[in-house]
């Protein structure tokens, strides 16, 4: 349909947060938030114009149904039921970007921070647990990829430098981020456990 082509609304389930006028543009369409869903909405012509393929005319009720589908099978995949599969979500998304922190987590899933710290509580874990075992992972795959110095490492972790993160490493695997990128594989997988 083009570069120009703009949906006719978006939806979202969240409240208004620091990212709506991002989305905005992205869409080129004012989002609404607090919605009973998240929907992209298509006018009837958009679909129909996507049922022709070439000079060839597809049946547009079954373009309405391929899009169902694939946009099902995007929702399972990435709407995580349990709080803390959607906390690790968040965070994982702001890491790289800017700092995680409790009080935006808690803003993302329309939570009030004592409400996600509660139902975070019931779980047996922390919000600082979840963002440590977050940065462990994505440190563990940046140091294996060897394509960043340690103070890349660092800031796209969110530490403001390469040795407060080298001593964050050193806590959760008992040797330093160099040892660790020194090591074979089969020692790796063991410091990661």
Same mark, same amino acid.
């Given at each position: 349909?083009?570069?120009?082509?703009?949906?006719? $609304?978006?939806?979202?389930?969240?409240?208004?947060?620091?990212?709506?006028?991002?989305?905005?543009?992205?869409?080129?369409? %004012?989002?609404?938030?607090?919605?009973?869903?998240?929907?992209?909405?298509?006018?009837?012509?958009?679909?129909?114009?996507?049922?022709?393929?070439?000079?060839? %005319?597809?049946?547009?009720?079954?373009?309405?149904?391929?899009?169902?589908?694939?946009?099902? $099978?995007?929702?399972?995949?990435?709407?995580?039921?349990?709080?803390?599969?959607?906390?690790?979500?968040?965070?994982?998304?702001?890491?790289?970007?800017?700092?995680?922190?409790?009080?935006?987590?808690?803003?993302?899933?329309?939570?009030?921070?004592?409400?996600?710290?509660?139902?975070?509580?019931?779980?047996?874990?922390?919000?600082?647990?979840?963002?440590?075992?977050?940065?462990?992972?994505?440190?563990?795959?940046?140091?294996?990829?060897?394509?960043?110095?340690?103070?890349?490492?660092?800031?796209?972790?969110?530490?403001?430098?390469? %040795?407060?993160?080298?001593?964050?490493?050193?806590?959760?695997?008992?040797?330093?981020?160099?040892?660790?990128?020194?090591?074979?594989?089969?020692?790796?997988?063991?410091?990661?456990?």
């Amino acid at each position: 349909m083009g570069a120009a082509w703009r949906p006719l $609304d978006i939806h979202f389930e969240h409240r208004r947060g620091l990212s709506a006028k991002t989305l905005e543009a992205y869409f080129g369409v %004012t989002p609404r938030f607090g919605k009973s869903s998240n929907s992209i909405v298509f006018s009837r012509i958009d679909l129909d114009h996507a049922a022709y393929e070439g000079s060839r %005319t597809i049946d547009s009720s079954r373009s309405i149904k391929f899009l169902e589908r694939h946009l099902t $099978d995007l929702m399972i995949e990435s709407e995580p039921d349990d709080i803390v599969e959607k906390v690790v979500s968040i965070i994982d998304r702001y890491l790289g970007e800017s700092r995680p922190t409790l009080s935006n987590v808690a803003r993302d899933l329309g939570l009030s921070v004592r409400t996600l710290q509660r139902e975070l509580s019931v779980r047996t874990i922390s919000f600082g647990k979840i963002l440590r075992q977050c940065r462990l992972k994505r440190g563990h795959a940046l140091l294996e990829r060897g394509e960043l110095s340690l103070d890349e490492i660092a800031s796209d972790l969110g530490y403001s430098d390469s %040795t407060a993160f080298s001593r964050a490493f050193r806590q959760w695997t008992n040797v330093t981020p160099r040892r660790f990128v020194r090591s074979d594989d089969k020692t790796r997988k063991m410091m990661s456990r």
